[in-house]
């Protein structure tokens, strides 16, 4: 398996700033994974960040609201810019692990935005 | 993308119950997973399982591929299985994960 951090783990935000989430791996691994889960609802996949490349945005998400860095093959990071209360969400980073083909994820972000 | 349908949406039962969770996917699959995400938010792999059966204690799962549904067993329910259980799954091209809606399950004493 994978040893996944994020920090920070918990904040509260002010409507218009901008919150930047690591996601910190224990291994080397070529694809991370950038999910939101809104209160009460499923899991919604981003991002898909790869090394060395720009990251990849699933349709409603785009790169000015939600910047994505991938400087090395264990690290991310995902900043959510001029935050409103909608995006009150918890943040996931994700990876899958090729010799396993299984994906593990990080503790979260719980972001509240005032 | 694939379709993810979890059922039932809610459960609850009394401690010591067993419960039989389904998800239904609508495409053929690479991977399928399912987590139990607890009530700090955190997502627990309990099982990887595109196909076949698999068991780890009181927790069992089974996912018949050409059919295209997993089920997820839990015998003797305790009050620490309480939360969300999420059914995920990947297609052959493996850059998406889709999750199903998950189901709350509630187990009281």
């Known amino acids: 398996s994978a040893v996944i951090s994020q920090k920070p783990s918990r904040d509260i935000c002010q409507r218009g700033t901008s919150l930047t989430i690591q996601c910190q791996v224990d291994s080397q691994v070529t694809m991370m994974f950038w999910y939101r889960q809104q209160p009460g609802q499923s899991l919604t996949l981003i991002a898909t960040?790869?090394?060395?490349?720009?990251?990849?945005?699933e349709s409603g998400f785009v790169i000015d609201k939600f910047p994505i860095s991938r400087p090395n093959l264990t690290f991310s990071t995902l900043t959510v810019s001029n935050m409103s209360p909608e995006d009150s969400s918890i943040y996931l980073c994700s990876v899958d692990l090729a010799a396993y083909n299984e994906q593990f994820f990080g503790p979260g972000t719980r972001l509240t935005v005032l | 993308g694939i379709q993810v349908e979890q059922s039932p949406p809610d459960l609850i039962l009394q401690e010591g119950a067993n419960s039989t969770l389904r998800c239904n996917f609508s495409d053929s699959v690479n991977n399928l997973q399912w987590f139990h995400q607890n009530p700090w938010g955190q997502l627990i792999n309990l099982f990887y399982i595109p196909s076949g059966t698999k068991q780890n204690g009181r927790l069992s799962a089974t996912t018949v591929a050409t059919e295209r549904y997993s089920l997820l067993y839990i015998s003797s329910s305790q009050t620490t299985d309480s939360g969300v259980y999420f059914c995920a799954v990947g297609g052959y091209n493996f850059n998406k994960f889709y999750f199903g809606s998950g189901t709350k399950l509630n187990v009281k004493p």
């Open positions: 960040a790869n090394q060395g490349s720009e990251a990849t945005y």
